[in-house]
Structure formats: structure tokens, C-alpha cells
């Protein structure tokens, strides 16, 4: 009995002096003494903090508070890397094949997705479109994408153009770290997105 009660005050002792030796950390702490958790607000607030010191380092001060900063197509008409009519064909680009993709039921923005499909091959439907619909996406699609295949007429490699396009208007990556040659694919997609949509609204007109 003896023995078990020494071993027993030796536990102890080590304990309390383990606990004694470690450091608190620093900031607020709740009523029990443990570290305050950030409330929702402060996570948001932090999370927005740091959006923001992005958009500063990306397009300073006076482009931070432009919407356009938000998008990697914005950022690039900030900067006057495109125009106002280039900026509105990547977006209507990036809307049509995020539709395109809900009718096929695939990610068709990914990196490996392959261009050699046709659009409206896919047996997939949109969860909330129905086939009147369905079709109306796919037809708006192969009408941008056939835009921009059409470039290899005049001799262009159209491959690393709509990689690009996709990257940038519908991924939404990119727009900050471009080599000259990306940036000039993706101008070339997109006048010829832009050329597509001016004729798609003369014939409607």
C-alpha cells in the first residue's frame, strides 16, 4: 500500500508540474479560460479582408472597387488588356458553356476536357430545363464555339485559344499571371465570339 501510494503522488506531482510549465496562448478566451473561437461575423470579415488585399495588389486602389475586379476577364479590362466588347464576349462565352455543361450533366470547364466533342452529343439533362430549352443551350454554344474553330482558316491553332477561353471565361482563372502568347489567343477567341454575337444580333434585329 505504501508503494502504490508514492507511485501514485509521483504521477500527480509530474502533472501538476507539466501543466505548470506550459504556456498559455495568446488572445481572448471564453469564461472557462480556453481560446475565444471566431465568431461567423469575424471569419466572413477576415475572409473579405483578404479578398480585398488581392484585389488591391492586383489592381490597386482605384480598380479594387470595381466589380470588374472580381472576374479574371474584369481584371484584364481594367487593365486595358481588352475591351469593352471582348470583356462582354468572354462572358457570354463562360455563360454558354456553364449552361452547355448542365445539359451534358458534365464539368465541361475542366483542364482535361476534351474540345473534339460536338456539341449536342452529350445524353445528359440540365436538372431544371426541359428539352425546348435543352436544345436552345446547345445551339447557343456551338454557335461561339464554331466562331472560334473557324479561326483555323485563317490559320490559326485553335486548340490552345479555346483552352484559354475556357480557363479564363469560364473556370475564371487566370487574368493576372499571362504570358503574351495566352493573351493573344484569348483576344483572338474572343473577337471572334464578339464577331458571332454582333451577327446573331443583326439577324434578330
Not at 479555346?162 to 475564371?172: I, P, Y
Request: aromatic share 4%; net charge positive.
Amino acid at each position: 500500500m505504501m508503494r502504490t501510494r508514492k507511485t501514485r503522488t509521483v504521477i500527480f506531482q509530474r502533472r501538476e508540474d507539466d501543466m505548470a510549465g506550459r504556456k498559455r496562448k495568446a488572445g481572448p478566451r471564453e469564461a472557462n479560460g480556453r481560446p475565444k473561437r471566431a465568431s461567423v461575423r469575424e471569419k466572413t470579415e477576415d475572409v473579405m479582408g483578404v479578398a480585398l488585399a488581392q484585389r488591391l495588389r492586383l489592381v490597386g486602389v482605384d480598380g479594387a472597387r470595381s466589380q470588374l475586379a472580381e472576374h479574371p476577364l474584369g481584371r484584364l479590362r481594367l487593365w486595358n488588356h481588352i475591351n469593352s466588347e471582348q470583356y462582354d464576349a468572354g462572358m457570354e462565352f463562360g455563360k454558354r458553356l456553364r449552361l452547355y455543361g448542365l445539359v451534358l450533366g458534365v464539368d465541361v470547364t475542366g483542364p482535361r476536357t476534351p474540345w473534339s466533342a460536338v456539341p449536342g452529343a452529350g445524353t445528359g439533362e440540365g436538372p431544371d430545363m426541359d428539352e425546348a430549352r435543352a436544345n436552345a443551350v446547345k445551339r447557343a454554344y456551338a454557335d461561339v464555339l464554331r466562331a472560334v474553330q473557324e479561326l483555323r482558316f485563317a490559320g490559326h491553332n485553335t486548340g490552345p485559344v479555346l483552352t484559354v477561353m475556357r480557363k479564363v471565361c469560364a473556370r475564371e482563372e487566370g487574368g493576372g499571371l499571362m504570358s503574351n502568347t495566352e493573351l493573344g489567343d484569348l483576344r483572338l477567341g474572343l473577337n471572334a465570339v464578339a464577331r458571332a454575337l454582333r451577327l446573331t444580333s443583326r439577324m434578330a434585329g
